[in-house]
């Protein structure tokens, strides 16, 4: 799992923190789920974010795959929400087009167009964290809009759209 913390001030972006987090030696996936949340948990903590950005599921050839995916997306928003951190999710090709201008781009063509904007080289070998940082250039370029449910409010996260919404709460 990648993931990757930048900074904005007066509208240009830094990159502060990526890496990917390694889950293969955890023997289950209840263990590689803990150990997310204890890993974002951790970055919050040191790092105190103003909101989250992730990339929304995406379906594949695998439902397995994508059932083990958004359990792991839920533990990483569990984490964020524990701190009352905002969370907006970004579609995988929206987050492509934003950084390179082609939605149907490779993670190389992403890494290269992110080093570019950050005016500075990236591991190539951590994509995973180079397609986090690139979320997170996608939330900056969004800021503001509702990328995923066309929702023009000013207000922000589930607490807000909870009070607009009360009908769609069961």
């Not at 913390?5 to 390694?22: A, T």
């Not at 201008?101 to 950050?118: C, D, I, P, R, S």
Request: aromatic share 8%; net charge positive; proline share 3%.
């Amino acid at each position: 799992m990648g993931y990757g913390i930048i900074e904005v001030k007066n509208s240009q972006l830094k990159v502060i923190q990526y890496g990917v987090l390694r889950l293969e030696k955890l023997t289950s996936h209840e263990l590689k789920l803990k150990r997310i949340f204890e890993r974002i948990t951790q970055l919050i903590n040191e790092y105190l974010p103003d909101e989250m950005a992730i990339e929304a599921p995406f379906y594949g050839e695998n439902v397995q795959s994508m059932l083990k995916l958004g359990r792991a997306q839920g533990v990483a928003m569990a984490a964020a929400l524990a701190k009352d951190i905002n969370i907006v999710e970004y579609l995988p090709k929206k987050v492509k087009q934003s950084v390179t201008g082609n939605g149907n781009a490779t993670k190389e063509q992403v890494a290269y167009m992110l080093e570019k904007l950050f005016n500075h080289p990236l591991e190539r070998t951590f994509l995973d964290a180079t397609d986090a940082l690139a979320v997170g250039v996608c939330h900056f370029m969004h800021s503001g809009t509702k990328a995923l449910t066309g929702n023009n409010s000013k207000k922000k996260g589930w607490g807000a759209f909870l009070q607009e919404n009360p009908d769609r709460i069961k």
